[in-house]
């Protein structure tokens, strides 16, 4: 009876660990970058920190029945109304003071009546 002989060894490439190692290394850190994006896009959120709330105003210039009012804080009704008609004015100053106009303080708010008259 003829014994059977073990096949003859393949020869391994000696790049192949290599690659495999830096196959895993590169998925890693496509991970590792795609978490780090997570956080620094949701994270806030995830950690329970409050949303960024948007700038302040102490003062809006607008409009109530056609004439430049004064509105406080985020009231809807007019603190003062001017006696200057909105149809008095240019069409683009209509259009911004019709979208209301945020000041921040009081000196801001009188120099743009100001630039109204």
Do not use: N
């Not at 890693?28 to 995830?46: E, I, P, S």
């Not at 003062?59 to 001017?82: F, K, M």
């Amino acid at each position: 009876m003829k014994q059977l002989r073990p096949p003859p060894a393949r020869k391994q490439d000696p790049y192949r660990k290599h690659l495999i190692a830096a196959s895993v290394l590169l998925a890693a850190a496509v991970l590792l970058f795609a978490a780090a994006v997570c956080f620094l896009f949701w994270g806030g959120q995830l950690l329970g920190e409050p949303p960024e709330q948007p700038a302040s105003f102490c003062y809006r210039l607008g409009v109530y029945e056609d004439r430049l009012a004064v509105y406080t804080g985020s009231s809807t009704r007019p603190d003062r109304i001017l006696d200057i008609p909105l149809s008095s004015l240019p069409e683009g100053d209509q259009r911004l003071l019709q979208q209301g106009i945020d000041l921040d303080s009081e000196e801001a708010l009188r120099q743009a009546i100001e630039d109204f008259f």
